[in-house]
Structure formats: C-alpha cells, structure tokens
C-alpha cells in the first residue's frame, strides 16, 4: 500500500539549517522551557530515589540518612579549615562510589552548581581590593592608589593569597554540601524522607501538606507540559512574541482555576474515603542492625573531622 503521508510530515528539521529560511521550523522560547519541564519530570520520577538499585547507602534506613545529612552539613558549617574540607569531600566520594552511582553524572551536576554559586559568586574575594594580604598574582597596576570614603584601591591589584583560601575554602563547603544532600536524595524515595522526619517530632499534618505539595509540582510541570503540546499541534506557522506572551498569561489564569478546582475534588475524595482532619503517617518501624552500625561509624567519622 502507498504511503500517502506527506513528505513534509515525515521530515525532521534540522538545527544547523538557516532560522530565517522560509519554512523551516524555529524553536522558541516557551518549547525550551517546556523541555525543561520534561527534564524536571523524568529526573524527579526516575532519576530520584531509585528503589530498585542496590548500593550501601540505599539500603540505610532513611532516619540514619536524614541524620547523616543534617549532622554533616552542620560539620561542614563548623569546619573552617581546607584540611578538613578535602577530608570530607574524600568520605563522600567513598560513599558516592559503594552506593553504585554513577559517579561522572552525579559529581557533573555538582561541579556545575559549585562553579556558579561557588566560585563565580566568591572570586572577587580573592582581589586584594577586598581582601587584603599577600599578592601572590598580580593582575593589573593602576597609576597611583586610591581612598574612597572608607574603601582603599591599591596601586598594584592582585590575587592575595587570603583572598585565593577564602574561595577555595567557600567551594570546597559549597560542593560537599551539596554532594551529602544529593547523596540522600538519590539514594531515598522522597516519601522515606518524609516519614524519616518524624524522628523529629514534627506533625503529621504538615508532613502531608510537604507531601502533597512535592507531588504537585510535578503535576502542574506535567499539565503544562501536555497544553503546550496539545496547543502546537494546533498551530501552522510560528507564533509572535506577543501572542506568545497573551498565551501564557492564559494559561496562567486557567492554571490557577484549574488548580482551585483540582483542590475541591481531592478534598472531597479524602472526606469520601472516612477523612477525619486526622492525619496518621506510618512509621519505619525498628532500626536493623545493619542501620544501627552505619550510624555508628557516620558519627566516629563525624568526631573525628571536628576533632583534627
């Protein structure tokens, strides 16, 4: 049997090609962004807290996990030296490692966001202009210093090297925080972190609340996600920048009536199903003895980098 499909339907467009060319076909902003969503939905569905592997730190209880991370941020707040930091960093690339993940992907992200809100934000720091000490790399030479209300500008501006410790130092806490939080993220499903924040005595209710909220977000991403493709399968040509705006501001609208909406009907769903306003989250039950010995060696580790 023929094909019939037009040729023009089969074809794929490729990026390389002229955006001004006639017919081609242009990716605009609101499609980048509704990429983005996508990503956001697999690796918060998928990605995250995978049950199905196995490693060491995946089969902790997550209560010992959640305490891991609340004590070795706060190690890591204390610690002010740059010893102790690439000690840290160390344990928790052992970690990365025994608990089967991959570590290229993982510590790509983390290097990524240690860049941006690490190091870009601290190196000014590193000038002898706002911190001063030794100059260890010139940068430039004005022709004389200069006094600004209580600010000095030397003659000479360089890297000092306080300034270059204090950066390297920022990063090195900027990284490890976020390799310990990442490290309980994906090895925990997120209602195991929930139901682990009980050991702190904090009420059921809001935990719930914290729970339907984390499961909405990833709703909303997919109900927008679904209307911007049911829209551009709609639509022949491109769009303008103001009818794309004039969309948006609509769908925003609809969104928060839909929103509304979705509110009342799980509200009448739970009161249907013998809701009470009572909320009762199960608990994990007893620590193992597997758990109990993790926990014990997380926190000679944890005496030890406070103690050096």
């Not at 994906?186 to 195991?192: A, Q, V």
């Not at 501001?249 to 969104?255: I, L, T």
């Amino acid at each position: 049997m023929k094909n019939k499909i037009p040729d023009f339907l089969l074809s794929k467009p490729s990026h390389t090609q002229d955006v001004h060319k006639r017919g081609t076909i242009q990716a605009s902003y609101i499609g980048k962004g509704m990429k983005c969503l996508s990503e956001v939905i697999t690796t918060g569905f998928i990605n995250t807290g995978q049950e199905t592997a196995k490693g060491l730190f995946r089969n902790l209880d997550p209560r010992v996990k959640v305490l891991f991370l609340i004590f070795f941020v706060i190690t890591i707040s204390l610690k002010r030296d740059i010893f102790s930091e690439v000690i840290m960093a160390s344990f928790m690339l052992l970690m990365v490692a025994v608990s089967h993940i991959d570590i290229r992907r993982f510590y790509l992200k983390i290097i990524v966001l240690t860049f941006f809100f690490g190091f870009l934000i601290s190196f000014p720091a590193a000038l002898n202009v706002v911190t001063p000490g030794e100059v260890v790399l010139p940068v430039f030479e004005l022709s004389h210093s200069y006094d600004f209300w209580i600010y000095h500008i030397p003659r000479e501006i360089g890297l000092t090297r306080q300034g270059i410790d204090g950066v390297i130092m920022l990063c090195l806490r900027v990284m490890n925080s976020l390799t310990v939080s990442l490290l309980v993220f994906y090895t925990t499903p997120f209602h195991k972190i929930i139901r682990a924040l009980q050991i702190f005595r904090i009420p059921d209710a809001f935990l719930l609340i914290i729970t339907l909220s984390y499961k909405y977000i990833f709703i909303f991403a997919k109900t927008m996600e679904d209307m911007y493709l049911a829209r551009k399968s709609r639509l022949v040509g491109m769009l303008r920048n103001n009818e794309a705006g004039i969309w948006v501001a609509g769908r925003m609208a609809y969104m928060f009536r839909k929103t509304m909406s979705r509110y009342e009907e799980v509200f009448r769903a739970m009161v249907s199903r013998g809701f009470t306003e009572e909320v009762k989250i199960s608990d994990l039950g007893k620590l193992g003895v597997v758990d109990g010995l993790a926990g014990c060696f997380f926190l000679i580790v944890m005496t030890f980098i406070l103690w050096i």
